[in-house]
């Protein structure tokens, strides 16, 4: 029997069930056996809505006890993958005013589930496939193996794909906490391909509108920068002659693959700002997961004139969001690590103004002393 | 034992690669483009020159990379060397190493004293 690490995603052959030890990276982990788990869930009824969180009057959330790691998740194997109890809360900071993730609903009524796969709530709406709740019973931090909801755009196979899209598309802009609390986030590439296929349809739609109204737009430009210094003007025109013809080619024809590697860089420099900050317990996948589904915003470049402010700040938005939910660290160190860059580049400025200025200021008074000086008064 | 044999690692193996062969084979430097900061403000932002830093180390003009950017130069050849090992890596059948998080943490430190590293040199040598 093959297993896979929850924590490190690693496989490992045994021929056991129960506690054992990883052999890629130690983790203590607990292999279920296969026939004490339920009945998987049924498979998504095509067009079914993506079911919300439980309303204030479902049953609240049991407290996170602390417990063995993360279950593994057999590969090749008879048993679907399976949560354990979460591991003790990693942030401490976290506001009081976050809810943990939606609880698992026991069979039995006390502990998780055997499987772990959870039913969904008997007065919701039929839920589209997969278990509820967006993470191990208790609402601890879960690893990169917890469960969750997929997400519509991961079910496009049995949904369709463009109600998959929309549907998707919908819950990111509208729900972002509900979204990213409870959706899988171990299996980024459907994240990926959303982000992708929504950043190159912006852009494309967009390249066909500059390239429409470019020269409209350069001429505005030309009056424009009469009225500016010479050297902002030469370079406000070389940007804009810039961004237009062959590069706006250029970029839509390229855009699938800019828009990939887009998502894996800024996943990758946004997960490391997260470990500095200590909030990154569930692994990159959740932050890969949660860029992808934030890029898929991008569709909004579409939207003539103001499409790419609206676009990047609601992103923003997005991705504060829903790194605070994914990661479950909050939206505090979410945002320090999306603000960092910003905030780094300001205060480099500001001292960079400082020490000008100071310089400046030394200078004015050399002149001052050397026009003394030489009997000169100023 | 059954590993993944395209995961993230490979993503940004491929990536790194990708970046060689646009920086040797494509003429990036003749974009029409010029670093907002740099327009505007008159000053480098602190990834300035990464783009010709890594042009020149693709043609192996590692004195050129180095003035362009210190720290694209080492970004550039750390991600090509990365690219490299990861393939070694795969032909051996070898699983990728998990790397502990705090050497991670202490990697993003690193990265970001190095920017600032960095800029402060661009805004000494280029401003």
Redesign the interface.
């Given at each position: 029997m093959?297993a896979r690490c929850a924590r490190?995603?690693?496989?490992?052959?045994t021929d056991r069930f129960g506690v054992q030890t990883c052999p890629?990276?130690g983790s203590e982990i607990l292999l279920s056996d296969p026939g004490a788990r339920p009945a998987p869930a049924q498979p998504p009824a095509p067009g079914a809505p993506w079911t919300p969180p439980p309303p204030s009057s479902a049953p609240p959330a049991p407290p996170a006890q602390p417990g063995p790691p993360p279950q593994p998740g057999p590969?090749?194997g008879p048993a679907a993958p399976a949560w354990g109890a979460p591991p003790p809360p990693l942030d401490a900071g976290r506001p009081p005013s976050l809810p943990p993730p939606p609880a698992a609903h026991s069979p039995s009524g006390s502990g998780p589930p055997a499987g772990g796969w959870i039913p969904p709530p008997p007065s919701g709406p039929p839920s589209f496939g997969g278990p509820l709740g967006g993470g191990p019973p208790g609402g601890g931090n879960g690893g990169p193996g917890d469960g969750g909801q997929p997400a519509p755009f991961a079910e496009r196979a049995t949904r369709g794909f463009f109600p998959a899209f929309f549907e998707t598309f919908k819950l990111v802009a509208t729900q972002p906490t509900e979204f990213f609390r409870r959706v899988r986030v171990d299996r980024p590439g459907s994240a990926v391909l959303f982000g992708v296929l929504a950043g190159t349809f912006g852009t494309v739609v967009s390249a066909v509108y500059s390239f429409l109204s470019m020269s409209a737009a350069m001429s505005g430009m030309r009056e424009m920068v009469q009225s500016m210094p010479a050297e902002?003007g030469r370079?406000?025109l070389?940007?804009v002659?810039?961004l237009g013809g062959k590069?706006q080619l250029f970029e839509a024809l390229l855009a699938p693959v800019l828009w990939f590697?887009t998502a894996?860089?800024a996943a990758?420099v946004l997960h490391?700002?997260l470990?500095?900050f200590?909030g990154a317990p569930r692994g990159?996948d959740a932050t890969?997961t949660t860029v992808g589904y934030s890029m898929g915003l991008l569709v909004l470049l579409a939207l003539p004139v103001c499409g790419f402010i609206v676009a990047v700040i609601w992103m923003l938005v997005v991705v504060i969001v829903g790194l605070g939910e994914a990661q479950r660290c909050g939206p505090g160190k979410a945002a320090a690590a999306v603000f960092a860059p910003v905030l780094?580049?300001c205060a480099?400025?500001c001292g960079?103004g400082v020490l000008g200025g100071a310089g400046a200021m030394k200078a004015i008074q050399q002149a001052v002393e050397a026009a003394k000086g030489q009997g000169t008064s100023l | 034992m059954a590993a993944r044999t395209f995961g993230h690692p490979e993503v940004f193996a491929s990536i790194a690669a990708l970046s060689f062969l646009v920086a040797r084979f494509l003429p990036v430097l003749s974009i029409p483009y010029t670093c907002p900061a740099r327009g505007l403000l008159g000053i480098p932002c602190a990834t300035c020159g990464m783009t010709h830093a890594f042009v020149a180390l693709a043609h192996g003009d590692l004195a050129a990379a180095l003035h362009a950017s210190p720290l694209g130069a080492a970004l550039a050849g750390a991600a090509w060397l990365y690219a490299l090992l990861d393939v070694a890596r795969l032909a051996a059948g070898r699983p990728f190493p998990l790397l502990p998080v705090p050497l991670l943490r202490a990697a993003a430190a690193l990265g970001a004293v190095a920017l600032l590293a960095n800029w402060a040199w661009l805004l000494a040598h280029q401003a």
């Open positions: 093959i490190c995603q690693g496989t490992f052959t890629h990276c590969v090749g902002q370079f406000m070389a940007f002659e810039g590069m590697i894996y860089v990758a490391l700002l470990l500095l200590k990159f890969l780094l580049f480099c400025c960079a | -």
